[in-house]
């Protein structure tokens, strides 16, 4: 049995000091550095996977619209869309959230999906079922692996068994509930690791950021940049929707996202930084750099089956 709860909001965030859930403003963009023009607020989780979290005048227009349209709008409306429909995640336009999906159905071949048939389904019908890309093995960068370009990794699942063999009584076949793109997933996890440490000016002085031209789409070096966390401390699903923290490991700061820990994800190390100054003591405490998401009191009890699938390779 595993214990999913709703989403809640950030209830710890150190060492920052904010009131009503937003950080100060930065009068910069803490992707290029940019200071003039028109700077926009930036979630450091997107409000649409829970985060409440902001950080004030913190983007440039320019690289705002790269990471809007290349990035969180293919991953929030169309990746996590019918899990973030069917578990209600938070919207900024609940009148419009959807109410249908037109869902590919077929059944598994080895490792093809055969789509049989294309069903319009009530969002209440579909399965409680996300995929995402995942590791076997640590950042490349932190095991001395060489600079190379894709992703040599595996596939993780969380799948509600019920549910899915309701579905498939009902419609006669699975849903393609299964399609991520590595890429927009990976650079969305990428930006969220930057956000975390760049929020804070004083990390931009400790500090050398890595990813921005991951973010950016420039770099697809998945493998070196990111990996598994082989030490992620105990999981907390009863006290957790997503889960952040930072370490220092030699000369880098790395950051450990599981934006679905709730139900089991992995942890995936981001390397994010260099330091600049290995003589001079940093400004920020990052031994108590970390974000828990609280719970809300409604909860219910769901099974899951987890897999890893065989290994995969992208480019």
Not at 108 to 116: L, S, V
Not at 156 to 182: C, N, Q, R
Not at 277 to 291: G, K, W
Request: glycine share 6%; with cysteine; net charge neutral.
């Amino acid at each position: 049995m595993a214990r999913w709860f709703k989403i809640g909001s950030i209830t710890s965030v150190s060492p920052h000091s904010f009131k009503s859930n937003r950080l100060p403003d930065l009068n910069y963009c803490i992707y290029c550095g940019d200071t003039g023009g028109s700077l926009t607020e930036e979630h450091i989780v997107p409000l649409a996977l829970g985060g409440d979290l902001t950080v004030g005048r913190a983007s440039c227009q320019k690289c705002q619209t790269v990471i809007n349209e290349e990035v969180e709008t293919k991953a929030l409306r169309q990746m996590f869309l019918p899990w973030r429909t069917i578990e209600n995640y938070p919207t900024r336009n609940p009148k419009r959230r959807q109410k249908f999906f037109d869902v590919e159905i077929g059944h598994p071949d080895g490792a093809r999906f055969e789509t049989e048939k294309t069903v319009r389904v009530p969002a209440e019908d579909f399965p409680r079922a996300i995929a995402l890309p995942s590791f076997w093995k640590p950042p490349g960068i932190l095991t001395s692996r060489r600079y190379s370009s894709g992703w040599d990794g595996k596939m993780w699942w969380a799948i509600d068994g019920e549910s899915l063999k309701a579905f498939e009584k009902k419609y006669g076949g699975w849903p393609t509930f299964m399609h991520s793109v590595t890429e927009v997933y990976f650079r969305q996890l990428a930006k969220i690791a930057h956000c975390f440490i760049f929020a804070n000016p004083d990390c931009k002085d400790d500090y050398r950021p890595l990813l921005v031209d991951t973010i950016m789409g420039r770099d697809h070096s998945y493998d070196f940049w990111m990996g598994l966390d082989e030490n992620p401390g105990a999981a907390q699903p009863e006290a957790n929707l997503f889960r952040i923290r930072a370490d220092i490991i030699e000369k880098y700061m790395v950051v450990s996202v599981s934006l679905f820990h709730g139900v089991g994800e992995p942890d995936i190390q981001i390397v994010v930084g260099e330091r600049r100054d290995s003589d001079r003591a940093p400004r920020v405490d990052y031994d108590v750099l970390s974000v828990e998401v609280g719970y809300s009191s409604s909860a219910e009890l769901w099974n899951l089956q987890r897999q890893d699938a065989n290994s995969c390779r992208a480019s």
